[in-house]
């Protein structure tokens, strides 16, 4: 018998040609739809049409079988191809639901990734309103004896009506994280908090005391004012600040008074009735000394800034550490613009060196004196919240002086100005116990009240 094709006999050949041609055919029909060898049974496991069509169509990527007609092998072959694919989906279904709850799932990383960028987008609390709630306040007003000054809990005065406490700011476009004193201590476990401005600062100081504790007595907080240089000196009523050590979490609170956040030297130091040197463009000696300490820094300042806290305080003005001699620096506004521009550039500088420090500065506060200011017969009798159906919309901060300081740099803006605006029914008043008669406090806040409302964005913010 030859070898090879030509040994064949006629029907071998006619064979021959029918299985090439069938083969064929079955390829061409496999690449074309390959589909059509998948059992139907298996084809009803797809959920929708779309489903297996997309099955179907990934299939044209796939390597065509060695064998052309489906044997049993090859049903089992496509058997588990459509369960791989299956496990494949639910995979990358399983992922996306890890993705959305915060998966670290190296897969995941592009969805985690979007999800931060979109979650962790800058929400602008200043933007908003006064909401009616019936759950405010945060603390009493009769209580939170530890850490209130008398003159600020206007529940201990005689004033009747307290309507200020029942609102809560709702930020328009995102949700404030709710204020909780533990949650609080635990997130700054093993850290220090520390504020430094003025009379306004130590009232948020204070607040914060009494939203942490929900006003109540508690052996759980230390004095550790000693460690900051906080106490009564020689001939003072008080010291420049407090410090607070919460025990159970090693937590820090403290205040520094500063009212114009700039170093301040006696020009004579021998002389009882010398004039000061307000170094400008100069950071308050405190913060160079402690700032390694903190972990958290609230700056501000605003109201005295004026010629007549001047010339009480007897502060002249030195730049360079120089008399100043700049006319326009001289003007309060000038003054007042370096030194707030100063001290952000100066902390924004040390941020590199102190990576896990967080800076907010706070705006100012608003006042509302009306016919007249706190010693000409000004007054804020208002005891209806002006507030109701009334909204923030502004992107920009009222205060441009320390918008501006801020913007570029890593210090983050405590934007309070416009929503403190809308509640002037919420200051001492007429009440207040240390003012001479006729004098009304149209400046500091009644406590409980709208410094609460600060404290809880600098939380929501931390």
Known sequence: MKAGFYGLKGKEISLISFVLMSTTIVIWSWERTPGAFVPSQTLMQFSSDEDAKQFVEAG??????????????????????????????????????????????????????????????????????????????????????????????????????????????????????EFEGFKFLQRMQHRTLAFVGDSLGRQQFQSLMCMITGGEETNDVEDVGNEYGLVVAEGAARPDGWAYHFMSTNTTILYYWSAILCDIKPINASDPGTEYAMHLDRQPAFLRQFLHK???????????WNRGKLRANRWVMHVGGVLNTDKKIAVVWG?????????????????????????????????????????????????????????????????????????????????????????????????????????????????????????EIMFAQI
């Not at 200043?126 to 600020?152: E, F, I, N, T």
């Not at 903190?294 to 005295?304: A, E, I, K, Q, S």
């Not at 007042?336 to 924004?348: A, G, Q």
Request: proline share 5%.
């Open 60 to 177: 044209e990527n796939r390597s065509v079988p060695t064998l052309s007609i489906p044997t049993k092998n090859e049903v089992k072959w496509n058997e588990a191809e459509v369960e791989k694919t299956s496990k494949q989906e639910k995979h990358r279904t399983d992922l996306a639901v890890d993705s959305s709850q915060g998966s670290s799932l190296i897969t995941g990383k592009d969805d985690i990734h979007f999800k931060n960028d979109t979650e962790n987008k800058v929400c602008n609390y200043a933007k908003g309103k006064w909401v009616p709630d019936s759950h405010r306040p945060l603390y009493s007003g009769l209580g939170c004896k530890q850490w209130l000054s008398g003159m600020w809990a206007c529940r201990l005065t005689q004033r009747t009506d307290f309507a200020y406490e029942g609102f809560q700011w709702k930020p328009k476009d995102c949700q404030m994280e």
């Open 335 to 455: 003054a007042k613009n370096l030194t707030v521009h100063s001290v952000v550039s100066w902390v924004n500088s040390q941020l590199p060196v102190y990576p896990g420090l967080k800076v907010f500065f706070r705006t100012t506060s608003p006042r509302h004196f009306a016919g007249g200011d706190w010693n000409t017969g000004g007054s804020c009798n208002n005891t209806t919240p002006m507030s109701v159906g009334k909204e923030i919309l502004d992107e920009e901060s009222m205060d441009n002086v320390v918008a501006n300081a801020v913007k570029g740099t890593g210090v983050k803006l405590l934007d309070i100005t416009a929503l403190s605006q809308l509640r002037d029914e919420g200051h001492i008043s007429r009440f207040s116990i240390t003012a001479k008669p006729g004098v009304q406090d149209c400046l500091h806040w009644c406590l409980p009240g709208i410094p609460d409302t600060w404290n």
């Open 294 to 304: 903190f972990d958290v820094l609230v700056l501000n300042t605003g109201h005295h």
